[in-house]
Every structure is written in C-alpha cells, then in structure tokens.
C-alpha cells in the first residue's frame, strides 16, 4: 500500500475521519495501533504478527532494566534486546549474502561447496523499527527515558504507519510523550500537512519517477550509453534518490501532522552543503543522527588521536553502508564516505595554524565553489550505491571518462535540466522559509479554503501531468 496509491488515500481518509470522529483519546490510540497493523498486514500479515511479538519482548525487557538495580544483570538484559532485534535483522536482510560471500571465498579457495540459499521473505521496513527499538532500550537502559508502562502506546510508537515502513527513524523520547497530549482539531495544521503530502507526491512523482526513465536504462547497460548519458544517470540518480526519499518522509511527515502527530524531519536542504561533514547533517538526518548517538559515540566518537576518530568514522559509516543493503557495493559505499570524512578532517586539522586560510576558504565567494565540489563527490560515490555489483560499477565509471558506447540518454537533456532548475528554486524557498516560518504557519492559517485547494490541485495536477504514468516503488522501500 504505497503512499501515492489510490488504496493508501481511500485508507487514510477512512482513519482521518474517524480518528477526529473520536472523542476518546484513548480509542484514537487503538483505532491507530488497529490500522498500523492493518497497513503492514497488506504486505505480510505473520511479518505483521513477528513485529508485534518482538515489540512486546523490548517492552518487557524494558521495564525490567528499568527495576534491575544490578548493573550486570541490567547489562544482561539490554545485550539480549540488542541482540534479539539484531539477530532478527541479519538473519532476515543479510544472511543469504553472508552465505554467498561465504561460498564464494571457499571457492576461491580451491573447496568445491554449494551452500543453501534461504527462503526468507525481507520485511518491509525492518531496518527502520529495528533501530527505533534498539534507540528506546538503549536510552532507558542509560536513564535517559522512563520505560512506557502501556503496551498499547508502545507498540504505536513501533508501528505508526505513517514512519514503519521507511522513517524517518522515530525516538521514543521524542514520539511517546506525544500520545499522551490532547489531540484537538487544527485548520492550520489540516492544512500545513495536507501540503506536505502534496509537496511529497510532486516530487515522487514529477521528478524522481521522472528521472528513473534516464536512470534505469543507463545503469543497466552503461557500457552501451555515451559519456553525456552516463553523466545524466549519474546527476539523475542523485535527483531520484534525494526526490525520491525526501518526498517520501514529506508525505508521512504530512500524514502524522493531519493526526496530531510530529516526526523528525529528515532532510534540511543537503545540496546547499559545502562539505561532506555538513552533507550528512543534512542528509537522512533520523539515520546520520542516529548512527552518531548509539555508534560513533558510543565507540569513542571525536576523543582520541586523529587515527582512533578515523577508526570510528570509517567503522561508523561502513556499518551505515551495510544497513542500505546487503551486498558488497554498499559496504564500500559507506567506507568510501567514511574515508571521505577522515580526508575532510585531516584537511581542518591541517588548515588550523593558518586562520587567514581557514578565513578564506569559509568565505561567501568560495561557497559555489565547495558546494559543486561536494555535490561532485556526493554523486560520484552514488554509482557505487546504485550500481548491483563491483563489475557494474566499472563499467559506469568507465562509461562517465567516455567509453566505448555511442547510444544517446533515453530522454533529452533539458529534461534533466528543468528538474535541476525546479531543485535550484525549492531549495531557495526551502532557505526563504526557513528564514519565515512564523509567516509561512500564519499563511496556512489565514489563507481562504478555496485559495489552498486551488494550490493543492494544481500541485496534484502537475504530478500526475509530469510524470510518467506508472509509480515506482519508494528507492528506501528495500532498506
């Protein structure tokens, strides 16, 4: 049940009305905790039941840590939680790929072996709720949150429909208090999330749907394509991903805020970054945030020699790499972007003698300078995400420095560059609005009804006009 689907919209207007229907808050919890799992029971209704069935273990265990005074029977109890969702997440998303890798070593070898391939089905989403529950039993374990005593709110906080299947990724301390506070009806917020929903399905469905015409067909067969095209599919996959997954997280930003509910924004303009350090403070910012509270830190974070904060980072980001997908070009993805980050690093510790130096390259004048040169890495590294295998990757990389292939890109290049154009101008008013929120929230307040559902129709209008008829499948869908 995708977010841009009729099925999804006929869904959530029944919840819409009858969540603001109740005037108990306590049915509003269970009519939501109902449809969550209603909503994920569409895929698979026993991966449905086994996040219910582990959800229940962490709320346990929870409570347990909390009443443990014992600190080594504490430590027992979080490492089993830890460990138990752990488990579940690498027997479901990475065992066949260890296995492979396995045979293939022992091939390589010289040993004749065939090992088994399980039959196991991925859950939708299980990389998000995994993290959210090892946030919650690691922060109670550390004092920093109380355990949630009602089982109901917890399992909501698990299985929130607009956030379950790929995030952003909720804190508990952030989404549990939420529940408990009186939910009354809101015309400003109604229509402040009604145009993040829209906003989201334009650019799920104008610009990354669109950019997937360019993209697929030159990832597939690179070798076939000119340099012109190799370059499209690269800058276009850059579009489709951040499109993609930023309209994505606008979309269950803007459902969550029509119930009453706030989620964690997860991108805040990433391509006006001048480095790569900033970059992943702006990109994917549930995940980033996440893998700096409950990794890098916890292996040391920035205290240490330069070498030891390498170490961290790099093991940091690779682990970060490995949790988008289980194979090998993803590993190197998240080690290359550590290493990037060392480099970045070592650079500012090298600088720092030199203020006037350090002065010059923060100034204004170099910004589209650093920008560009950050964007330039940023894409570069993303054929290593896009492409399948290693051998794919040479072969894209080969076609970017010109190759042998003479075919032409699948669509013109203005088209890339209209959606460029339309990136430039809402990151531009993503800045004026960040500058103007207070009048931003008083437009979506004082606005006459007409007037914003002739905006939001013609929003619609648009994304169905531009894009390409058919709806692809959310890029984080398989994370």
Not at 165 to 193: C, E, H, S, Y
Request: charged share 15%; aromatic share 16%.
């Amino acid at each position: 049940m995708l977010f841009c689907t009729k099925d999804f919209l006929f869904f959530y207007l029944a919840v819409f009305c009858l969540y603001w229907a109740t005037p108990n808050a306590r049915a509003r919890v269970w009519l939501l905790l109902i449809s969550s799992y209603i909503f994920y029971a569409t895929w698979n209704h026993w991966l449905a039941l086994l996040i219910v069935v582990t959800s229940g273990a962490d709320f346990l265990l929870a409570q347990r840590i909390e009443k443990a005074i014992s600190i080594r029977t504490r430590k027992a109890l979080l490492s089993f939680s830890v460990l138990m969702n752990i488990g579940l997440l690498v027997y479901f998303k990475y065992a066949n790929f260890f296995l492979d890798s396995l045979e293939q070593t022992l091939r390589s070898a010289g040993a004749e072996v065939s090992l088994p391939t399980l039959k196991v089905i991925l859950p939708i989403g299980i990389s998000f709720y995994t993290f959210e529950a090892i946030n919650y039993i690691v922060d109670v374990y550390r004092g920093r949150l109380k355990a949630e005593k009602n089982l109901a709110h917890f399992l909501l906080f698990i299985l929130f429909f607009p956030h379950l299947i790929a995030g952003p990724i909720v804190r508990a301390r952030d989404f549990l208090p939420q529940i408990n506070r009186p939910k009354r009806w809101d015309w400003a917020r109604f229509t402040l999330g009604g145009w993040l929903f829209i906003l989201g399905l334009f650019m799920k469905l104008a610009l990354a749907d669109r950019m997937a015409l360019i993209v697929d067909p030159v990832f597939e067969n690179p070798e076939r394509f000119d340099a012109q095209a190799n370059w499209m599919a690269a800058i276009g996959f850059a579009i489709q991903v951040f499109c993609d997954f930023s309209g994505y997280t606008n979309m269950a930003l803007g459902t969550a805020h029509m119930l009453g509910y706030k989620l964690t924004p997860n991108f805040a303009m990433p391509f006006l970054s001048r480095n790569l350090g900033e970059f992943w403070r702006r990109w994917h910012m549930s995940l980033s945030s996440w893998l700096r509270d409950y990794l890098f830190i916890p292996l040391g974070g920035s205290r240490g020699s330069t070498l030891f904060v390498c170490r961290n980072l790099i093991i940091t980001m690779t682990i970060g790499g490995l949790w988008h997908g289980a194979n090998w070009n993803m590993v190197l993805w998240g080690t290359l972007m550590g290493l990037l980050l060392c480099l970045h690093r070592i650079f500012n510790l090298f600088i720092q003698p030199w203020p006037s130096f350090n002065s010059f390259l923060r100034s204004t004048y170099l910004t589209p300078i650093c920008v560009g040169c950050t964007l330039l890495l940023f894409v570069l590294s993303l054929v290593v995400f896009r492409t399948p295998s290693l051998r794919a990757t040479g072969f894209m990389f080969e076609g970017l420095l010109g190759g042998q292939g003479t075919q032409a890109a699948p669509l013109p290049l203005r088209s890339l560059l209209v959606t460029i154009l339309l990136l430039i101008v809402g990151h531009a008013w993503g800045v004026y609005l960040r500058d103007n929120r207070f009048a931003w929230r008083r437009l979506f307040r004082t606005a006459p009804p007409s007037l914003l559902g002739f905006a939001y129709a013609g929003m619609v209008t648009l994304a169905i006009v531009l894009g390409p008829g058919s709806s692809k499948a959310f890029i984080y869908f398989q994370f």
